[in-house]
């Protein structure tokens, strides 16, 4: 049981979750705690209370944690975080230091992807694009399979890809960024605008929500479940910018499926359908090449836990040391798809 349990930690802009993962990407244990994005500190003082938490009921391996922001090709520092107080953050030493457990830290959307394609929607394919639709927009590749990450380690960052000349600002410093126009912010964005000027569709929202300051781009989600008609078109709008901005990747990369996940991707159909339909309409060759799958993610919110756990405990497996090296698990230590077990010997 030692060798098959790890902890996975997921950072997000507004939740660090948390869970106990086994070698077949089951969570057996789940906590989480709100991110404290203006203070580092506070951010490893929750990472280290959480694995703390689940070490008093599971004997862990290892400690997995996914970063919202740029980690580096060392896996050691979290360099940049949009979304949170992380600049050149020491993380994984710091996390080893307060756990004493070998630790790997790692992009959060490189460890959503990972999980897709180890245990989820992306299971046996040979070449797997993530975009990950949350706050911001996260990406991942895995490529033959192992996770590309680039000279520097951060390669995925699609969601900061130009978009729009002279944009929207983004959190990045850039402007016209595609995470402006195709992420959760944009729902809440209209959400609070549709609401401050008493709109019928902010009426509906309030009255959904239940109060003004609990409208947000859950609350769209909801309304256009149940046919609102001006919801609806808000999520298309989104799908369409979507489907956009993987027409440029499939462009530079051509992989053979796209994994769409995040808290946006449960939209489902009313986001998928306008972003194949974009997609298809933006597709360079369209018509003379094979065009990539759009699926849903499957793992939903474990995903960044489950990733994060499994390439911790596939890294922990091959070396000991507290603080291991980072070179990523290849094929031929991990393979996509649920591996049958050996029988035990009688």
Not at 117 to 122: E, K, L, N, P, T
Not at 203 to 226: K, M, P, Q, T
Not at 257 to 271: A, M, R, Y
């Amino acid at each position: 049981m030692p060798e098959r349990l790890a902890v996975g930690i997921d950072i997000g802009g507004t939740k660090i979750a948390g869970g106990v993962v086994d070698e077949d990407g089951r969570v057996v244990a789940r906590a989480r705690r709100a991110t404290p994005s203006t203070d580092s500190t506070a951010v490893l003082d929750a990472i280290a209370d959480l694995v703390e938490e689940f070490r008093d009921s599971y004997a862990v391996r290892a400690v997995g944690v996914g970063a919202a922001g740029y980690v580096d090709v060392t896996g050691s520092t979290v360099v940049f975080s949009p979304h949170l107080a992380w600049r050149n953050e020491p993380l994984r030493d710091a996390v080893v230091r307060r756990t004493r457990l070998p630790v790997l830290v790692d992009n959060d959307a490189n460890a959503a992807g990972w999980a897709e394609w180890r245990f989820g929607a992306a299971q046996n394919q040979p070449d797997v694009v993530l975009v990950n639709l949350g706050t911001g927009i996260g990406g991942a590749m895995v490529l033959d399979g192992r996770l590309y990450r680039g000279h520097s380690g951060m390669a995925g960052e699609f969601g900061h890809q130009r978009v729009v000349d002279d944009g929207r600002p983004c959190e990045c410093g850039n402007r016209g960024c595609w995470e402006q126009y195709a992420s959760g912010h944009v729902l809440d964005r209209r959400a609070r605008a549709a609401v401050e000027q008493a709109t019928d569709t902010g009426r509906a929202l309030v009255d959904l929500a239940g109060a003004a300051d609990r409208v947000d781009g859950r609350v769209v989600a909801e309304l256009a479940s149940r046919g609102h008609a001006e919801a609806v078109e808000w999520i298309a709008e989104v799908g369409r910018w979507l489907g956009i901005g993987l027409a440029n990747l499939a462009a530079a990369l051509d992989p053979n499926i796209f994994v769409i996940g995040g808290g946006v991707s449960d939209n489902g159909e009313l986001l998928l359908r306008p972003a194949r339909t974009a997609f298809g309409d933006h597709l360079t060759g369209r018509g003379y090449r094979s065009e990539a799958r759009i699926v849903a993610a499957h793992l939903g919110n474990d995903a960044g836990v489950v990733g994060a756990a499994d390439l911790a405990r596939l890294r922990a497996r091959r070396r000991r040391p507290a603080s291991p090296g980072y070179s990523v698990p290849g094929p031929a230590v991990a393979r996509s798809g649920r591996r049958r077990r050996r029988p035990r010997p009688r």
